[in-house]
């Protein structure tokens, strides 16, 4: 089936612990990208990657890293987690991400992040 | 930053009524596109129209789009207790050719609730 999978589903940590939400994708899909959701604020993008060692900043990048060693993968890592950055967070990949305008996005089915 | 604005905030309607839904937005783009997020789950694609476009169906979804104005409308027909979910509008820039970003630009959501 495809389908993007996002671990873990819910997460409660504490300030400065670092932490890793990993990402992963099954459709050979080219771009992926991590957004965070928000009351009145909507889904924001954090980081995004048009492939493989091309990652780049979304609307709201500080305090979040990502590396794209693989295609499939894309985690997303907290290295000093704040209060601030308690939220949902979302996975999402299309297939080309860049030359394809029509591209639909598939997202994960969101963490759930806690910052105490 | 938010680019589509979704009118209006929340909306509830009865089973069987008509439900629509509005989305302006700010800069020329490429391509609009609709999607759907049950409670606290990810987003589901719904519908994309071109800038080119004017209208489009897809079962009891209809999408219509004047770039004139730029806005669209998103009307389901003979609503369900299942369409209750959250609704966002996303845009594609028309600067996207650059290939610079696949920027899917959310809202921030349209909350239905459909009676039964």
């Not at chain 1, 993008?45 to 493989?52: A, D, E, K, L, R």
């Not at chain 1, 500080?62 to 499939?72: A, C, L, N, Q, T």
């Not at chain 2, 596109?33 to 209208?55: A, D, P, T």
């Amino acid at each position: 089936e495809a389908q993007v999978t996002q671990n873990p589903r819910y997460l409660i940590t504490v300030t400065g612990k670092k932490l890793t939400v990993t990402c992963s994708q099954n459709m050979n899909h080219e771009y992926m990208s991590w957004y965070r959701q928000d009351p009145g604020l909507g889904l924001r993008q954090i980081y995004y990657s048009m492939n493989v060692e091309v990652t780049d900043k979304g609307d709201v990048p500080e305090g979040y890293k990502v590396s794209r060693k693989e295609k499939r993968n894309f985690p997303l890592i907290l290295e000093s987690p704040s209060p601030n950055q308690t939220s949902l967070y979302f996975c999402a990949s299309s297939l080309s991400g860049g030359w394809v305008t029509t591209d639909t996005q598939y997202f994960g089915p969101g963490t759930r992040l806690t910052v105490l | 930053s938010q680019q589509g604005e979704e009118d209006p905030q929340a909306l509830s309607i009865q089973e069987g009524e008509n439900a629509t839904m509005n989305c302006s937005y700010k800069t020329s783009i490429n391509n609009l596109q609709w999607y759907r997020q049950n409670s606290g789950r990810g987003l589901v694609h719904l519908i994309l129209i071109r800038s080119n476009e004017r209208e489009k169906h897809s079962g009891r979804l209809r999408v219509t789009l004047d770039t004139s104005k730029k806005s669209s409308s998103l009307l389901i027909t003979a609503s369900r207790a299942a369409d209750t979910a959250s609704y966002f509008c996303a845009t594609v820039p028309l600067d996207f050719y650059t290939g610079a970003n696949s920027k899917l630009t959310f809202g921030k959501g349209i909350t239905l609730s459909v009676r039964p």
